[in-house]
């Protein structure tokens, strides 16, 4: 590159810089009281946003802004790109009913360039959860934050508290990096699944910690180059793969690497799921690797007999092909006496799965190991031992 070409570049990226807007929703109308709606005034910002050829960042100063279901939706916007900057709280009606029958409360899509940092999210969820509980006639509840094809992605520093449904979402983007997240929910909360990630690509989420009542992080159909390091999980259902196999044709799940990773009081640590029924999808080069188990039920573990309520799978066997799969240096405390189990398909065994530097414990001594339909080998350290 000439000396004169990267002049021209610097000023013009000089000019983009000093020619950015910012819009404040406190000047449309949004009050930090969390009580008046603020549904209206983010929605105008988000039209003059959308209507910029210039940068644009959205800003939402410190205090609780009260927000029912909105829609960012790049389609037509003549920048696809777009920062939002939350320093205060984005608070859901307390009333459950408002938003839980949308699919999700906030929802991006068809952007490339999206950067969302800071803030908390607090979508009151409790009261739903209660009644579903209560085995009365509920809505689903509200994903509490989506994004969809979508690429180009920062989501740094995000809190969600108390989802009615899933925290996070990510659905057919690529590019995605998740960093710094925090998410809360009551151990006892049903479906609150911290980030979910299916039919995405180059995904990322690092240095989060997650407890809430399902999985900390749910890995979809679709999902190819996921990397999750240094996640704290807890209370949960653990990292998982699946469930897979819920459709006879889907996408497989490919090239997942999930790494230094810590799970306290989880019910399971590092899993891959499938349901007992016909299907053409795969898990294949998947690793797990420097994970750390803190009183988990069950640390090691894949279940191809996934069947949640024994409907729509009974004396059938999955169809999902598991390959590939290295387990490092997994080691702690199993609050079972299974350490390791993986209950594979009769029809498509497991092949391929590694384990090496394992140590597993309950009760001060060597946890078991379970193994059916599955091959592979071992090396290093094994507690317990391998039933490969």
Known sequence: MTSSILVVLVILFSISLS?????NILSYGAKPDGKTDSTKALTAVWAKACASVKPVTISIPKGRFLLRSIVFDGSRCKRKSVTFRIQGTLVAPSDYRVIGKENYWIFFQHLDGLYVYGGVLDAQGASLWSCKKSGKNCPSGATSIGFQSSSNVIISGLTSLNSQ???VVINGCRNVNIQGVRV???GNSPNTDGIHVQSSSTVS??????STGDDCVSIGPGTNGLWIENVACGPGHGISIGSLGKESVEAGVQNVTVKTATFTGTENGVRIKSWARPSNGFAKNIRFQHCVM????????IDQNYCPG????PNQVSGI???????F???GTSATEIGVKFDCSSKKPCTGIRLQDVKLTYRNKPAIADCSHAGGTEAGFQQPNSCL
């Open 19 to 23: 020619s950015a807007q910012t819009y």
């Open 165 to 167: 449904m899933y925290h």
């Open 184 to 186: 809360s929910a009551d």
């Open 205 to 210: 989420i690092l240095n989060s910690k997650i």
């Open 294 to 301: 803190n009183n988990v039920q069950n640390p090691i573990v």
């Open 310 to 313: 024994n409907e729509n799978c």
């Open 321 to 327: 092909k598991i390959s590939d799969v290295m387990f």
């Open 329 to 331: 240096d997994i080691h």
